[in-house]
């Protein structure tokens, strides 16, 4: 009902609530006798809030059944109650979700929305490499810099980034890196998707120490777009750092907002570092 008959596979559960390598079984129920009446799954992550290393998640998963009247009050204050280690939890919630949030004192703190593009040809650079694995401790370290430039941000250890790109059950996901005399200064996750009749190539991930890797990155998404015949290509990018770099290239911003809402905290959207991957959406 929740999901419009969309299920949670065993695999997928497993992979995000009992294999996370951050915090395991985040997940919150409330039952009548024998019968589960809500849940809500936390997905958590070890991140940088304002310099400082914690634990944050994104809320999701969440469904209740709507013949129980003010249990969904009931089970985010129970969700928060269980689980005092994380500092932090955001939500992307829908319109049966963000009356709620906002009734409990969750902060609405502005909409996410795609970053869009008509892909078109790049001469792309020679020092983009395709991987399927992140093997090289300098991967692990590349957010680094922009912990000390960003109020949030993930981080995007090597255990982190393998168990969310290469370990999550039936992904599609492709990954590159860029590198220079040597040195890994990027990687790039994108993935294919059809909505309706027209297929995108959506940019789950970036990180990049350079603007010049950041470009190149983003060249080679456009140019792959364009060999694959996509319709768009996007992505997501809440740091405003990158929003003039990006309307350089072509980009416009406003496409399908995603409500963006923090428990019990305010936060600048444009000073959090946000893509596709923060969500347990895509």
């Known amino acids: 009902m929740a999901f419009s008959g969309r299920e949670i596979d065993e695999k997928s559960w497993e992979w995000q609530f009992y294999n996370n390598p951050c915090k395991n079984k985040a997940v919150t129920t409330l039952w009548d006798g024998d019968n589960l009446i809500a849940l809500n799954g936390l997905s958590p992550a070890f991140c940088h809030l304002n310099g400082r290393k914690c634990i944050s998640a994104c809320s999701g998963t969440t469904m209740a059944r709507p013949d129980y ?22 939500g992307f919630p829908n319109k049966n979700s963000f009356p709620i949030a906002k009734f409990i004192g969750h902060h609405y703190v502005g909409d996410i929305c795609f970053w869009t593009i008509k892909p078109r040809r790049f001469d792309v650079s020679s020092n983009i490499y395709t991987i399927t694995t992140f093997d090289k401790e300098e991967h692990g370290l ?3 810099d922009l912990t000390e430039r ?10 982190y980034l393998n168990w969310r790109f290469v ?7 492709s990954i590159v890196d860029y590198r220079k005399n040597g040195q890994i200064q990027g990687y790039l996750v994108y993935n294919l998707y ?3 009749i027209e297929q995108h190539l959506q940019v789950i991930d970036i990180i990049a120490t350079t603007d010049e890797s950041f470009v190149k990155l983003m060249e080679y998404a456009i140019n792959e777009g364009c060999k694959k015949g996509v319709d768009i290509v996007k992505l997501w990018m809440s740091y405003s750092k990158y929003h003039e770099t990006l309307r350089n290239l072509g980009f416009d911003y406003g496409t399908h907002p995603f409500k963006c809402v923090f428990w019990d905290r305010d936060m600048d959207l444009s000073d959090c570092y946000f893509t596709m991957s923060d969500s347990d959406i895509f």
């Open 69 to 90: 009247p003010g249990v969904s009050i009931q089970l985010f204050r129970e969700c928060e109650e269980g689980n005092s280690d994380v500092e932090l939890i955001y």
């Open 167 to 173: 370990k999550k059950p039936f992904n599609n996901y």
């Open 142 to 144: 590349l957010f680094m």
């Open 150 to 159: 960003t109020d949030y941000l993930r981080d995007r250890n090597i255990n």
């Open 194 to 196: 059809r909505e309706d």
